[in-house]
């Protein structure tokens, strides 16, 4: 089974950025379209952006990250990242990142879709 781990998680002032990843130990990323969700507390988990397997080119964003966040592979074959700047208190939140075999993007947030979840890491913005 895919094991996935986020990190980069942390306290990061408003305006400021951090950098997600995404990255398996074992396997490749390659052959899988990820998904980033974040829940914070209170509220519904909300998928927040979409990046498709290497193959393809496309990604995807939700209009609250819009403009702020970026999904990319760089050049590491075990890992997918999220850019994230501009923070803002709002996006304080577990972050987590799923893995989906053979995804349709039509569907990238139904969280039903993904066959593979990490346990999340934090991100807090604050002053």
């Known amino acids: 089974q895919l094991q996935l781990a986020e990190s980069g998680g942390g306290l990061v002032q408003p305006g400021g950025s951090l950098t997600l990843s995404c990255a398996t130990s074992?396997?490749?990323?390659?052959?899988?379209?990820v998904g980033w969700f974040r829940q914070a507390p209170g509220k519904e988990r909300e998928g927040v952006a979409w990046?498709?397997?290497?193959?393809?080119?496309?990604?995807f964003y939700s209009d609250s990250v819009k403009g702020r966040f970026t999904s990319s592979r760089g050049n590491h074959m075990n890992a997918v990242f999220l850019k994230m700047n501009k923070l803002k208190p709002e996006d304080t939140a577990i972050y987590y990142c799923?893995?989906?075999?053979?995804?349709?993007?039509?569907?990238?947030?139904?969280?039903?879709?993904?066959?593979?979840w990490g346990q999340g890491t934090q991100v807090t913005v604050s002053t």
């Open positions: 074992q396997y490749t990323l390659e052959y899988y379209a």
């Open positions: 990046i498709s397997s290497l193959e393809g080119s496309t990604t």
């Open positions: 799923a893995a989906d075999l053979f995804a349709d993007g039509s569907k990238w947030l139904r969280e039903d879709e993904y066959d593979y």
